[in-house]
């Protein structure tokens, strides 16, 4: 379905902060710009309670104010305070922020390269959002990650530049031998690695994985969800998979021969046919430590907003393509090794 609630992206300036504008940047606003004119012209069509006159806005990280950010953090923390909901599969969780990092990995086979990535990662992120909302006195939307800003140094944007109104700057330096990524891409190590150092989840520990991380010296490697790993949130973050985020690569997938189909599109973003990291993937792997491990990467906080901006690239899609838009494409078996 298109949408369950309906939802809006709002688009933002060329200019972030100190960051410079992109071909990748201004490609994606003007293809929002022909998502919500396709969207307003459909529902002129029909009678419907939900229009986008009525939607809920999800807005880019970068133009929310430092309240706003702030406010965000906030209820985050909320949901890592409350305590687990106590499912005995997932005894390793200590909270409810676990609760959502251990559905993530009992679910992650059948979620990724299947025909649920697209439409289980919505509802993941939307009951995300709504817990936020309504447990925890969040008054906005998830914000999402515009990957096309800042993709030369990630610490020049306000997503990681390591304020208390941000999500968290680079993690401690450690050394080690980079990171091996699907399809046997391989990422040189980073200035980081080790424990996130700044920014306002600096003293929460996460519990849960890793089971496959990509970073060379995650470790241990956690067997099962009953395994209970407390340790810091670890990062390293790298521009090298920024290279997937051109223009070029954004209008195949939305425009060009990748969004023909919804099999097409979800395979593109997923594991790119042109050699290079996918989108999705691109994403994960800048962020690197505990996002490695994509099954558990929702242990950084950022992976919310990273999964908004794929949400976000699908809606996009879905506007452009109504013929298609409550199409799926595949069964419950993981077809590849791509995560």
């Not at 929002?32 to 002129?44: D, F, N, R, Y």
């Not at 950084?300 to 699908?314: E, F, I, K």
Request: proline content about 4%.
């Amino acid at each position: 379905m298109l949408f369950s609630h309906i939802l809006v992206w709002a688009a933002t300036s060329l200019l972030s902060g100190f960051c410079l504008a992109t071909n990748g940047l201004q490609a994606i606003n003007e293809l929002q710009v022909e998502a919500i004119k396709s969207l307003e012209a459909q529902h002129a069509k029909r009678e419907i309670g939900c229009s986008i006159k009525n939607a809920a806005v999800r807005r880019d990280w970068v133009s929310l104010t430092i309240p706003e950010k702030q406010d965000y953090s906030r209820a985050v923390q909320c949901l890592w305070d409350r305590p687990s909901e106590g499912r005995p599969a997932f005894s390793a969780a200590q909270n409810l922020y676990d609760d959502f990092v251990a559905t993530h990995i009992n679910q992650s086979e059948i979620i990724h390269s299947t025909g649920r990535f697209l439409t289980w990662h919505r509802l993941f992120i939307w009951t995300w959002e709504s817990r936020l909302r309504n447990e925890c006195s969040y008054e906005g939307y998830l914000p999402y990650w515009n990957w096309f800003e800042c993709p030369d140094d990630l610490t020049d944007s306000s997503v990681f530049d390591g304020s208390d109104s941000s999500m968290g700057g680079d993690g401690e330096y450690f050394e080690h031998n980079g990171t091996l990524v699907a399809n046997n891409h391989f990422l040189p190590s980073g200035k980081g690695g080790g424990c996130v150092m700044s920014g306002p989840f600096v003293n929460r520990t996460v519990h849960l994985g890793p089971f496959q991380p990509g970073m060379e010296g995650l470790s241990p490697v956690m067997k099962s969800l009953q395994d209970h790993n407390p340790r810091c949130l670890r990062r390293d973050l790298s521009v090298a998979p920024a290279a997937a985020f051109t223009h070029q690569n954004l209008h195949n997938l939305i425009t060009g021969d990748a969004s023909r189909t919804i099999d097409a599109f979800q395979s593109e973003l997923q594991s790119s046919s042109r050699g290079t990291f996918s989108m999705h993937n691109a994403a994960h792997y800048s962020l690197g430590g505990d996002a490695t491990c994509v099954a558990s990467s929702y242990n950084d906080p950022a992976s919310y907003l990273h999964h908004a901006m794929v949400d976000r690239l699908y809606w996009i899609w879905q506007a452009l393509h109504p013929e298609q838009a409550r199409s799926i494409a595949g069964d419950l078996r993981n077809l590849s090794n791509v995560k």
